[in-house]
């Protein structure tokens, strides 16, 4: 059987590669790390999370925490490193961001299926393609992409990162340990502040020099990365209702919540390196370093990584994909991953996962798996290839997506475990088809 080729080794292209591989069709890995980088890649391993090392929440009562689930439960490579690279955060499933990585690109590169082969790629490949190139894919790669597509390749927004600080600079005595409501065990390291702290810190927040990224739009961030300065600018109390949020957080040695919290999160199994959680930033670097020192835990804070911004391009999916991420006017090529419009590390590994599945299925000659809307991964794939979506942009997975309920549950979290329940019962019938009859699947 000829090979597919698959072009790009982050989460998606790693899990389309292992899923095809999985099921006995030989894959052609096209990877250009370590020979070539993006400016937000830094390591050579394939899986590299270039963003938060949070893979969000992680229970069944929100969205998310079902798609994990459903993938946990088919097989998925992506979830089955993360869980064992998984790091303490509260509800959240949060990983080692090295430790993750390294683990992916051991299982890919010593998988007998799997051919690496690194090295930029320019041109799209003959034969059983997938294009997982990422939303910064190489310059020569996009406009062969644009050239085969016209302008429906050419949409974009703007994604950014948070700074990452070593563990031991952060002053203890003016944080504490803990998670919201309790909740877990005490996971995040949580820099208070008080009225007048937090009063400084947003004016020179929102007046503080932003690098220059070509092309620049505030209303070109996507919502669920917004720098937070972008968000401090839509008003004093803004980032208090949102990453700063003191709702939950009682501060040991008061009693009493503080005024505002910044939280940090373990970003390495050692814990000795943390990230500011909800601090994605495009400021100069002299000026993260600058204005994130007003909050007084962070006052002497060593910065191992600053926050960047990055341009991230996507298709117009519903006009140029079906339902299994192919290309409807030239089949044998296939997308996965965020340049589909899907938002999100989980997302992403989504995509590739069906689309391996998917493909596998066809060049096997057996029938398509066609997950329903009631599924998560169901419901991303006929979103990203709905043509009646008007003004697309990308899109986390959310209960909107899927169908209601047939009957009335109430209490917002009950709805959503319900919903979650239904997901999860349809996709044990078609599960042992997928999993050929092994039921979940151990890695």
Not at 98 to 109: C, K, Q, S, W, Y
Not at 123 to 136: D, F, M, N
Request: proline share 6%; with cysteine; net charge neutral.
């Amino acid at each position: 059987m000829d090979a597919v080729t698959v072009v790009g080794a982050g989460l998606a292209g790693s899990e389309c590669a292992w899923q095809l591989a999985q099921r006995g069709i030989p894959v052609i890995l096209r990877e250009m790390k370590p020979e070539k980088r993006t400016p937000a890649h830094v390591t050579e391993y394939f899986a590299e999370l270039c963003c938060s090392n949070s893979l969000r929440g992680d229970q069944l009562s929100n969205a998310v925490g079902l798609l994990k689930e459903e993938l946990r439960r088919l097989g998925s490579l992506i979830l089955s490193c993360a869980d064992a690279t998984r790091v303490e955060a509260g509800g959240a499933l949060a990983v080692d961001r090295e430790g993750f990585a390294a683990l992916v690109t051991e299982r890919i590169r010593t998988h007998p299926s799997i051919t690496v082969v690194p090295g930029e790629v320019t041109e799209i490949p003959a034969g059983e393609v997938v294009i997982a190139s990422g939303p910064l894919t190489s310059d020569a790669l996009a406009e062969r992409l644009r050239t085969l597509l016209g302008d429906a390749a050419a949409l974009h927004f703007y994604d950014a990162a948070a700074p990452l600080v070593s563990a031991e600079s952060v002053d203890m005595e003016r944080a504490w340990m803990g998670s919201r409501y309790g909740k877990g065990s005490a996971d995040y390291v949580n820099c208070p502040l008080t009225e007048e702290e937090y009063g400084v810190f947003w004016e020179e927040l929102t007046r503080a020099q932003e690098a220059e990224v070509h092309g620049f739009e505030d209303s070109k961030v996507f919502e669920g990365c917004m720098p937070v300065e972008v968000m401090a600018r839509r008003g004093r109390d803004t980032l208090r209702f949102g990453p700063l949020k003191p709702r939950g957080l009682r501060d040991p040695r008061t009693g009493h919540e503080p005024y505002a919290v910044v939280q940090l999160r373990r970003d390495n199994g050692a814990g000795t390196v943390y990230n500011l959680v909800g601090f994605q930033t495009h400021l100069k670097f002299p000026e993260q370093r600058r204005v994130f020192s007003l909050i007084p835990a962070l006052s002497h804070a060593e910065y191992l990584r600053y926050g960047v911004m990055h341009r991230n391009t996507f298709l117009d999916s519903p006009r140029l994909l079906d339902r299994y991420y192919r290309l409807k006017t030239e089949p044998r090529i296939s997308f996965a991953g965020q340049m589909t419009g899907v938002e999100g590390y989980v997302e992403s590994a989504a995509s590739g996962f069906l689309v391996g599945v998917e493909t596998a299925r066809r060049l096997l000659g057996q029938p398509p798996v066609d997950f329903p809307q009631e599924t998560a991964i169901g419901a991303l794939a006929l979103y990203i290839s709905n043509p009646a979506v008007a003004a697309f942009q990308p899109m986390n997975i959310h209960f909107g997506l899927l169908p209601p309920l047939d009957r009335r549950v109430r209490g917002k979290k009950f709805k959503h475990e319900a919903i979650s329940q239904r997901s999860l019962d349809i996709l044990a019938q078609t599960a042992p088809s997928i999993t050929g009859g092994k039921g979940k699947v151990e890695i």
